[in-house]
């Protein structure tokens, strides 16, 4: 119960951690930039916002943004930041099966407890590195964004993929460190056989040999 319970708890860490890069990935709130205070840069229109996939500009009446489809000219930073967050994007739904079908309550067709524990430990893997990728990208952007601009501030959208990447690791080293036992072997401690002379069901403590035995002088 213990291994279920820490097991389950990995998964739902994992997967929030999951949700939160994709929304990270795929909104623009990374950081804020203004060269003065924020009241000065929303009166003159000045006030920014920039994420993975355009540049914003905020004031009380506008909120334009202008995509940043230019790959070739986009900085380093952006475009390994764009390719870091789609790596765990797209990782986090291996990941989560993974995990799923190790579940206890879950059985396969000739599963075992060996592969349970693979499955366990490949998905583990897999949100660490999803965790490890966020990190980076949330990491490496701002400063990027620092030496282009004055950074104000950070984003929502920065703050969800750090969160998003926390989760995912902690979940990550949860799933590795559970071990489980194979329920596809029954235990013969609280075994019982039927007998047909008595009617009764009497635990069966010793071989098979001695019970074909008896029921042979029967």
């Known amino acids: 119960m213990a291994h279920m319970c820490r097991q389950i708890t990995g998964s739902a860490a ?16 990374w950081v804020r930039t203004c060269d003065y205070t924020v009241t000065t840069c929303l009166r003159m229109d000045e006030l920014g916002s920039r994420g993975l996939w355009a540049e914003c ?13 230019q790959i070739l000219t986009l900085p380093a930073y952006v475009q390994t ?14 990941s989560m099966l993974l995990v799923l079908m190790s579940m206890p309550c879950v059985r396969l067709q000739n599963d075992t407890s060996a592969i349970k524990r693979l499955r366990a430990r490949v998905g583990g893997v897999l949100f660490i590195l999803i965790g490890v990728c966020g990190i ?33 690791l902690l979940g990550g080293f949860v799933i590795l460190c559970c071990r489980g036992t194979d329920p596809g072997i029954p235990s013969r401690d609280n075994s019982f056989y039927y007998s047909r002379q008595g009617g009764t069901a009497t635990p069966c403590h010793g071989n098979v040999s001695s019970l074909v035995s008896e029921n042979e002088t029967s």
């Open 81 to 94: 930041s764009r390719a870091l967050m789609i790596c765990a994007c797209l990782l986090g739904l291996p």
């Open 57 to 69: 500009v905020i004031s009380p009446a506008l909120y334009h943004c202008v995509a940043l489809s």
């Open 136 to 168: 980076i990208s949330t990491v490496w952007f701002p400063i990027g964004a620092h030496h282009e601009e004055h950074l104000m501030a950070f984003g929502v959208s920065l703050y969800a993929g750090w969160v998003g990447s926390i989760l995912c």
């Open 14 to 29: 994992s997967c929030a951690g999951w949700v939160g890069l994709i929304v990270a990935t795929a909104t623009n709130d």
